[in-house]
């Protein structure tokens, strides 16, 4: 039985996995009837127009220039002209995203798609925000069915739209840990209108995860040949780099494992080059300094847990054994393992006691963390985590105790 502790959604990868497409401001279907003649009439109504256009396009240019404070300000100034101005919602709530304020965002979507149902930008926006923010995936993939059944009073369904839809389904799946699923669908979005570079990223992660990494090398290869200069692509290839040699053990040893090893190394740092933010050069430490670490967190367990577990063995290994990967779904991205039977279920097992064991990945948790204060914080988080799976704390146990 296998109990582990995976990296939340938004620490996958880094900022690898979420990937946002920016639609600030982008003009709605009947956003375009507002320069009809007509549609406002005369005199003043013609001023809100002229009004509410221009505070969109001062918005936006605030917004490019990093002055978060003036952008919503000129939304605010659009929504006086025009109070149901669904760009000026959407807008709102794509700076307010950036800005963490998730609760906000979802209100100005919302307020976007009431003013106008056929917005595809808020659509997409709101479904992006409960995929990655807001964790309400079946949510997500619900309203991406409802849209897909293409409606009349529902956004038209292009070929884009469309795409972008089984792109945000796939996402959704994917946190749902239906990997076939998602690869499914990414390459259905991708079959609608090209390979998109985001949409070919996304494959190769999938296709990581699954541990099918010659396949994903060759899906990441090819969106970094588009957008060579995209920081998470980078990223995601170094990722994949590191374990080409578990995939194929011709290569592990020798020259061949150097040379990966060094590409692997080159693109995180190039990654880095990119966005010293979101990508930082993975932590390195000495195995001592690691399994010292390790064991301190043992130790300060208290002696009660001690007792339970001085007979299962706590072990540090680079990554997951690829056959974990492949034949038991684990992600190659995983921080902790508990392999074995709970001590709650023991009693009901044939399973062999001594089979018990933790496996504590040491270079998975580098990656996420920037300093070596961060990593032992980490390392105690983890190892508490997997041997509360061993005592027979389910996940929600777990993340009440703050060991999620």
Not at 183 to 198: E, H, N
Not at 371 to 381: A, F, K, N, T
């Amino acid at each position: 039985m296998l109990h582990a502790r995976r990296l939340r959604s938004r620490e996958l990868s880094g900022a690898a996995v979420r990937v946002r497409v920016r639609r600030l401001c982008e003009s709605s279907p009947t956003g375009s009837l507002l320069s009809c003649p007509g549609i406002w009439g005369n005199g003043s109504m013609k001023k809100d127009k002229d009004r509410y256009w221009d505070c969109l396009d001062q918005a936006m240019e605030a917004s490019h220039g990093g002055r978060i404070d003036e952008a919503l300000a000129w939304l605010d100034e659009a929504l006086k002209a025009h109070p149901a101005g669904a760009e000026a919602h959407n807008g709102r709530g794509e700076i307010l995203w950036d800005e963490g304020r998730v609760d906000e965002a979802f209100y100005e979507f919302e307020r976007a798609i009431a003013a106008d149902p056929k917005f595809s930008a808020a659509h997409l926006n709101r479904i992006e925000l409960l995929v990655e923010e807001m964790g309400e995936f079946e949510l997500a993939l619900e309203s991406c069915d409802e849209l897909l059944a293409g409606r009349g009073e529902l956004p038209r369904l292009d070929r884009p739209f469309q795409a972008e839809l089984c792109y945000l389904k796939s996402k959704a799946l994917f946190y749902l840990d239906d990997l076939e699923g998602a690869v499914f669908l990414v390459r259905r979005a991708m079959k609608t209108v090209g390979d998109q570079p985001t949409y070919c990223a996304f494959e190769g992660h999938l296709l990581f995860e699954m541990g099918r990494y010659e396949d994903a090398r060759r899906a990441l290869e090819q969106a970094a040949a588009a957008e060579p200069d995209s920081p998470h692509i980078v990223y995601s290839l170094g990722l994949i780099m590191e374990r080409l040699d578990q995939q194929d053990p011709s290569a592990g040893s020798g020259e061949g494992s150097e040379s990966v090893q060094q590409a692997a190394s080159q693109a995180f740092a190039r990654a880095n080059s990119l966005d010293p933010s979101q990508f930082p050069v993975p932590l390195s430490v000495g195995d001592e300094f690691f399994r010292e670490a390790v064991a301190d967190a043992l130790g300060n367990l208290p002696r009660s847990v001690r007792e339970y577990i001085e007979d299962v063995p706590v072990i540090v290994e680079d990554f997951p054994d690829y056959d974990l990967v492949v034949r038991e779904r684990v992600s190659p991205q995983i921080l902790g393992l508990f392999l074995g039977v709970p001590r709650t279920e023991a009693a009901a097992t044939e399973q062999v006691p001594d089979l018990d064991r933790v496996i504590i990945f040491k270079r998975n948790l580098e990656k996420i963390c920037r300093d070596r204060e961060e990593l032992v914080e980490q390392i105690q988080i983890t190892v508490r985590h997997e041997i509360g799976h061993y005592l027979g704390l389910d996940e929600s146990d777990l993340d009440r105790l703050g060991l999620a």
